[in-house]
């Protein structure tokens, strides 16, 4: 039976994630009154263009219309209408880049802040970055380059808020294998609870917040400003592509590679549209006079590594290649608007291997689309400490393994059949990868059961629902993932 219903795509107001079916605008419920809402720095908007852009998100397969939007002026605001919202028992969220692909930043029926309109860098040095969580990490990663520096974690992705990531957990194959997550690397947060209340936290003040806040997918409490480490960056980067015929081979010099710890980055991204032949992408930071040596870096590799060609980026131009890609999707190919059932698990060391030969042999072109494609990176377990930023168990070696499948529609628009048929694909993949002990990363888009939720956190989540009754004891905060 398909767990995401279909519907008549022009009565589709949302997906109900608890019930696990399509609400039609019928459904819909009505929207409260804002008319007693507080005096604001910025601006509370119900104009339908408003509404509307803030009724999806990338995904383009859950539909939830608020019914109010917060720009806000200042972090009081955000404040003030939470603490509002709390009062009056109105489901509140905020939005960054709407880069996810399941509804996460929606709310139906409620408010919708929009993270993007504080968005100002405060300081960058050797101490770290003081950010609104509203900067976009390319603005960041910009102005940090000028000084020297960059973040030590970086998403593929960069045009994503730095206090969605944080909320997220924030990884990416192009800067960080061995570094940890971005969760792992803030340092200071300023959060607004589900009761209004706004909190300086950090791993020494008030330290339970600060761990519920990041990647608690918002649960907790809105990220509103962060201190996140900068390291010393250099100017240029060399990638060498090597293309597999076979997957056991991949894995055998990727590991090699991943144990040396000579390169910034590693990982398979094939061309788009595709998920074999695996091609590893390993890639090295240096600067002008310091070159690659490749017959060293490749040493000891497969046959496959004697046909490795090589490109060289500067510094920003790498870490924006993915970031371009998409944006050169979305201005020609109308990618803004396809169907994204992504799907991202984490595997373990022991497992990653056969279920990745398992997988990938197997996907049709539906599960890839023309712009989708398959991807697998390392990961060094030992470097990841956040407890709600679940990974499989360190036991079965020192690496954990990212294995995406990103899907991308063939057409644009809205499709309800094509997402349930993924979504039915997504959640058995998840169901296989937990069989081994994998554990979905859940930025992408696989409904899950309360059943489900308990399993992923685990030996956390008894933890985590106290975090949630005693930081949001309405239960107003983001109720996209749909957790509690």
């Not at 599960?367 to 398959?374: A, E, I, K, N, S």
């Amino acid at each position: 039976m398909s767990r995401l219903g279909a519907g008549t795509v022009a009565l589709v107001a949302g997906f109900d994630l608890v019930a696990r079916q399509w609400v039609t605008e019928a459904e819909a419920a009505d929207c409260p009154s804002f008319s007693t809402a507080p005096p604001l720095d910025g601006t509370l908007t119900f104009d339908a263009e408003s509404i509307a852009a803030n009724s999806h998100d990338q995904g383009n397969i859950v539909f939830n219309t608020p019914c109010a939007v917060l720009r806000p002026g200042s972090v009081k605001d955000i404040r003030r209408m939470i603490g509002y919202c709390d009062r009056n028992g109105i489901k509140v969220a905020p939005a960054g880049a709407h880069h996810a692909m399941f509804g996460q930043p929606l709310v139906s029926g409620g408010l919708i802040i929009e993270m993007e309109s504080l968005n100002t860098i405060h300081a960058i040095g050797a101490n770290g970055a003081d950010v609104d969580a509203g900067v976009l990490w390319k603005d960041l990663i910009e102005a940090a380059y000028q000084q020297g520096l960059r973040p030590a974690s970086i998403t593929s992705y960069t045009k994503t808020t730095v206090g969605g990531t944080l909320s997220m957990g924030g990884i990416g194959m192009m800067s960080a294998y061995r570094a940890g997550a971005q969760v792992d690397h803030a340092r200071q947060l300023q959060v607004v609870t589900g009761d209004g209340l706004l909190v300086q936290c950090s791993s020494t003040q008030n330290s339970e917040l600060f761990e519920a806040a990041l990647a608690g997918l918002g649960q907790c409490g809105v990220i509103t400003r962060a201190t996140v480490d900068l390291v010393p960056a250099k100017q240029l980067a060399r990638t060498y592509r090597i293309v597999y015929a076979d997957i056991p081979t991949f894995f055998a010099d990727i590991r090699i590679l991943a144990n040396r710890g000579e390169f910034d980055s590693l990982g398979s991204i094939p061309q788009p549209g595709t998920a074999q032949p695996l091609t590893l992408w390993a890639t090295v930071f240096h600067n002008p006079g310091d070159v690659p040596d490749a017959s060293h870096l490749l040493r000891g590799l497969s046959p496959a590594a004697d046909s490795a060609l090589f490109e060289d980026y500067d510094f920003l131009e790498y870490i924006s290649l993915v970031t371009d890609m998409y944006d050169a999707f979305s201005a020609t190919l109308d990618w803004d608007a396809k169907v994204k059932p992504w799907l991202d698990l984490f595997l373990p060391d022991a497992a990653v291997e056969s279920y990745v030969e398992s997988l990938f042999p197997s996907l049709a072109p539906e599960d890839l689309g023309p712009t989708g494609f398959g991807l697998v990176f390392p990961m060094l377990r030992s470097t990841y400490g956040r407890p709600l930023l679940r990974l499989p168990s360190g036991a079965s070696g020192p690496w954990v393994w990212l294995v995406s499948v990103l899907t991308d529609s063939a057409e644009s628009g809205p499709d309800p059949e094509f997402a349930s048929r993924m979504m039915d694909r997504n959640y058995r993949l998840y169901q296989e990868a937990a069989a081994v002990g994998g554990v979905r990363y859940p930025h992408g888009a696989c409904a899950f059961t309360e059943a489900d939720w308990q399993g992923h956190y685990g030996s956390m989540w008894t933890q985590f629902v106290s975090w949630k009754n005693r930081y949001d004891p309405n239960c107003i905060l983001t109720p996209g993932p749909g957790i509690f």
